[in-house]
């Protein structure tokens, strides 16, 4: 399903490295973020819901220029 905050995410599992960016336009890096929580992010009904629920305020994140 389309998120109305999330354009677009992509996950690196070696680095365990999420990045988001945000219908804004503003980029973000999520650190340590484990596969389990990405997969259940590729399978959620809402991503901004998962997102504001299990990434927001729970890992280390760096702004992306």
Do not use: Q, T
């Amino acid at each position: 399903m389309p998120s109305s905050v999330i354009r677009s995410f992509h996950y690196d599992p070696v680095e365990e490295k999420l990045d988001v960016e945000f219908v804004s336009g503003r980029r973000y890096r999520y650190h340590e973020v484990p596969d389990e929580v990405y997969g259940e992010m590729l399978s959620a009904r809402s991503k901004g819901e998962f997102f504001n629920l299990y990434v927001r305020d729970r890992f280390r994140v760096s702004e992306l220029a």
